[in-house]
């Protein structure tokens, strides 16, 4: 996760560079239900509709992500490719999840190093000495 959430980073600095900023407006947001192969179980997931102009021209694309602070009518910033207007991202969003990745592979690597320290005193019965009445 640590190191799936630093190249995640390294890629959203890298598309940040590449990638200029402008304000869209959320037109829509659909609400789908997908089906897991050989499964009765639905996924729901969200498609964003939004619409943005570049130079003047318009463009209306979805996102290929939600949060759920959007609402239809708000106003968000999006990165778009310079090249290929039509080519859109929230890089902000992106940062996000990386640090989120981040702090959760750090949170478990301290959490096993604990839980391995008292399996290590537990398995040299230190453990079950100090705890007797």
Same mark, same amino acid.
């Given at each position: 996760?640590?190191? %799936?959430? &630093?190249? %995640?980073?390294?890629?959203?600095?890298?598309?940040?560079?590449?990638?200029?900023?402008?304000?869209?407006?959320?037109? @829509?947001?659909?609400?789908?239900?997908?089906?897991?192969?050989?499964?009765?179980?639905? !996924?729901?997931?969200?498609?964003?509709?939004?619409?943005?102009?570049?130079? %003047?021209?318009?463009?209306?694309? +979805?996102?290929?992500?939600? =949060? +759920?602070?959007?609402?239809?009518?708000?106003?968000? $910033?999006?990165?778009? @490719?310079? =090249?290929?207007?039509? $080519?859109?991202? !929230?890089?902000?969003?992106?940062?996000?999840? &990386? $640090?989120?990745?981040?702090?959760i592979g750090l949170v478990t690597l301290v959490l096993l190093y604990g839980f391995t320290k008292l399996i290590n005193k537990m398995y040299k019965g230190n453990f079950w000495k100090q705890a007797s009445y």
């Amino acid at each position: 996760m640590i190191v %799936g959430g &630093c190249f %995640g980073l390294l890629y959203a600095d890298r598309l940040s560079k590449k990638y200029e900023s402008t304000t869209a407006r959320i037109e @829509d947001i659909q609400i789908k239900y997908k089906y897991a192969q050989n499964s009765k179980r639905k !996924t729901k997931f969200y498609r964003v509709w939004i619409s943005y102009q570049v130079d %003047g021209i318009p463009y209306k694309t +979805s996102l290929g992500h939600y =949060q +759920s602070s959007w609402e239809t009518g708000n106003s968000i $910033k999006i990165d778009y @490719d310079p =090249q290929d207007p039509a $080519k859109v991202t !929230t890089i902000g969003g992106n940062r996000l999840i &990386c $640090k989120l990745l981040i702090g959760i592979g750090l949170v478990t690597l301290v959490l096993l190093y604990g839980f391995t320290k008292l399996i290590n005193k537990m398995y040299k019965g230190n453990f079950w000495k100090q705890a007797s009445y």
